[in-house]
């Protein structure tokens, strides 16, 4: 599945023309492949390191996705850094109930970089999501946090609810992810 983020309103960027995220979905198995085009050298991508868990990755260059089970409030945080530090967290409802999850495991990163296209890729295995059903379709969000070397942030995702940029509200959860998709 292919789809494309738009800016926040309020956060226009002019350095990137598009932001388009290919989606592959095989049981508990989610493959996100973003792909950002544009003036690629005016973007802040956070220095390469060591893959590890960290916290607070959107408040730079970041590509986020926010999964959960269509029935139900809860949902969970993926946020990706281009450095190769990632974080899982589960809630049980809109910003309630927020814990770190340990265990999840990411496959190899694939990460390309050209004059005007940069591509961040991985694969993750949610299993250890128990607020997330296996065979049942998922209610998918995407997101990015983009900075630019100049210091400015635009705020990208499938859809805005009202009001400033927050990823986590339902409105922004705006696809479904069945539980096989090409």
């Known amino acids: 599945m ?3 983020l ?15 995220v290919e989606v592959t979905r095989k049981g508990m198995a989610l493959t ?5 085009n ?4 005016a973007v802040a991508f956070p220095e390469w390191r060591e893959a590890a868990r960290a916290d607070d990755l959107w408040r730079r260059t970041c590509f986020e ?8 409030p809860g949902y969970a945080e993926i946020n990706l850094s281009p450095s190769n530090q990632w974080a899982i967290y589960a809630f ?14 990411r496959r190899a990163v694939e990460r390309d970089t050209t004059a005007d296209r940069f591509l961040f890729a991985t694969t993750l295995d949610l299993d250890r999501l128990t607020i997330l ?23 990208w995702a ?23 998709s090409p």
């Open 133 to 155: 059903p296996a065979t049942a379709p998922w209610r998918l969000g995407l997101s990015a946090v983009i900075e630019l070397k100049d210091g400015s942030k635009s705020y």
């Open 32 to 36: 996100l492949r973003f792909a950002l």
């Open 158 to 180: 499938l859809t805005h609810a009202p009001g400033k940029p927050d990823f986590h509200h339902p409105d922004a959860f705006a696809a479904v992810l069945p539980p096989e």
């Open 6 to 20: 738009k800016p926040h309103p309020e956060t226009p960027c002019a350095a990137v023309r598009e932001i388009a």
């Open 2 to 4: 292919r789809l494309t």
């Open 92 to 105: 049980d409802g809109y910003r309630d109930g927020m814990r770190s999850v340990d265990g999840v495991e």
């Open 38 to 41: 544009g003036e690629v050298g």
């Open 65 to 72: 996705a926010f999964v959960g089970d269509v029935g139900g």
